[in-house]
């Protein structure tokens, strides 16, 4: 957990009343995560992440049905067993090129490279899907908010050394577009145009207008 987190009746509240489960490894939602200084578990998601992106009409549509589907499978899968109501937060994140092509993870370093090349010199956009899932008394049924946040960046000139060195380093390899902002990628990104936060994997503001919500609902 953060030295320093944000604590607030509306976040301790969250952390008494329910179980809260992140369902990803990523380390940089759970670094994200752990600013609010709620005690929660980290259950990774075993969805295949395999939609057939020609069955959504937009690259926000498809983050948003992997966000919830990721959240659906942990819930299911530990709802039995939770002495306590489950607060089960999924996450996933695209990158979508110029042309609206859908770019994740790259499947070997000459696709990173790839993928780099062509996004030089252009705008890209990241989208996050965030779908929570709440066991709310109320509702008998379990109450699902969702929300997806985008945010476009836009990549500076580069060169076939900078890809290479960049690839080279292994940080593309597990990360939607093939590049981190918050790592040695702000060597080449020139702008950035709405919330960092979506950039390194979690739109923490969003997150928390979505807790806000919830409390307005009763859920919470």
Request: glycine share 8%; net charge negative.
């Amino acid at each position: 957990m953060c030295a320093s987190v944000l604590r607030t009746p509306l976040t301790d509240a969250l952390a008494r009343r329910f179980r809260v489960v992140l369902a990803s490894g990523s380390p940089r939602r759970k670094e994200l995560v752990d600013r609010l200084g709620i005690e929660y578990e980290i259950i990774p998601s075993a969805f295949a992440e395999d939609l057939d992106k020609a069955q959504f009409a937009t690259p926000r549509d498809y983050v948003l049905e992997n966000a919830t589907q990721k959240a659906r499978d942990v819930y299911q899968r530990i709802k039995g067993g939770s002495a306590r109501p489950l607060f089960v937060i999924g996450s996933d994140t695209v990158v979508v090129d110029a042309s609206g092509a859908i770019l994740e993870k790259p499947a070997s370093r000459g696709d990173a490279a790839a993928t780099l090349k062509s996004l030089s010199g252009k705008a890209n956009t990241v989208h996050t899907g965030v779908c929570l899932i709440v066991d709310a008394a109320a509702a008998g049924q379990p109450l699902l908010s969702q929300a997806v946040e985008s945010t476009e960046v836009v990549f500076g000139e580069l060169d076939d050394d900078l890809v290479d060195a960049y690839v080279a380093t292994g940080e593309p390899m597990d990360k939607a577009g093939s590049y981190a902002y918050q790592g040695m990628a702000c060597f080449f990104v020139k702008e950035i145009r709405g919330d960092y936060y979506n950039v390194v994997g979690f739109p923490c503001a969003r997150f928390h207008q979505m807790l806000l919500a919830l409390h307005q609902q009763g859920a919470i």
